[in-house]
């Protein structure tokens, strides 16, 4: 039985399963090096823009930052604020967020920042991180080069439960032009072997596809350029702080609010 669902709202119980085989660890390490190696803005006030179940903010805050989490799925906030009760969240698209806290670091992580859609909206969202960050603040977040994207290449993770064995498969279209790129999802529950069940509604096949910003690496530098912020584009590569080859599609981006 295939049916449709969005993962960030009916799915969004499956959405930290989805996301087993991700580092967050990892990722707050290299997060905490970026920010003690650009940031000089002095305070520890961090905002994690689409923060999804809050995985980083929970890590982020054992490193010592004061966080708030802003997504616009009250599903995932829902999640995000029962696993980091200190946080503050706030339900919001990134582009247009209200308040006049102000931050020394700001991340948008999972290639989130795509979801600034169209192209005037991302161009917001970079006016608005601008705006919210301290002078000597970080905007930290990861992109992909539409040029990089290979419409045949999906991931899939599998993971096993006591009565089911799960399947997610994601991965990106483009149609060669245009600011639009698609990202398809799939979740698939199968009953597992070892499990004796009536339940007669397994398999279930659930689908998700979801509009996203096509941009190349180029533009964003003078979009972040135009904004205010001096750029530094690194490798994707949470293990280690490297200057981007500019041979990869992949790349994080460093912008620094100058003081
Ligand atoms: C791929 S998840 C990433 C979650 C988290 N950053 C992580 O790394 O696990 C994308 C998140 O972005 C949120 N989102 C999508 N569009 C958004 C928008 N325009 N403004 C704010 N959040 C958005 C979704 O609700 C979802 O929680």
Redesign the pocket.
């Known amino acids: 039985m295939t049916e449709t669902g969005n993962l ?1 709202a009916d799915l969004s119980g499956f959405y930290d399963l989805f ?1 087993a085989e ?1 580092n967050y660890a990892e990722q707050c390490a290299f997060t905490k090096r970026v920010f003690d190696a650009f940031s000089a803005s002095g305070g520890q006030q961090y905002l ?6 809050g ?2 903010i929970q890590i982020m805050q054992s490193l010592g930052f004061t966080s708030t989490g ?4 009250a599903h ?1 906030l829902e999640q995000a604020a029962s696993r980091c009760p200190e946080a503050k969240f706030i339900l ?4 247009s967020f209200q308040g006049n806290e102000q931050y020394d670091l700001i991340s948008c ?2 290639y ?1 920042i795509h ?2 859609h169209p192209v005037s909206n991302l161009k917001r969202t970079l006016k608005r991180t601008f705006d919210a960050l301290k002078p000597g603040g970080v905007f930290v977040f990861n992109t992909v080069d539409i040029d990089g994207i290979n419409n045949c290449h999906f991931v899939s993770t599998q993971v096993n439960t006591t009565s089911s064995r799960l399947t997610f498969v994601s991965g990106w279209s483009y149609a060669g032009q245009g600011e639009v790129m698609d990202l398809h999802l799939s979740i698939t529950q199968e009953r597992a072997d070892t499990h004796e069940t009536t339940d007669n509604t397994m398999p279930r096949v659930w689908r998700d596809r979801h509009t996203m910003t096509a941009v190349n690496i180029e533009h964003l530098s003078r979009w972040l350029i135009e904004t205010g912020y001096e750029v530094t584009l690194l490798e994707h590569d949470y293990s280690s702080l490297q200057a981007w080859s500019q041979n990869s599609f992949n790349i994080i981006v460093v912008a620094s609010k100058p003081q």
Request: hydrophobic share 35%; proline share 0%.
């Open positions: 960030y996301c991700v994690d823009l689409a923060c999804g179940t995985a980083h802003l997504d616009n799925s995932m919001s698209d990134m582009s992580f999972l989130s979801y600034s």
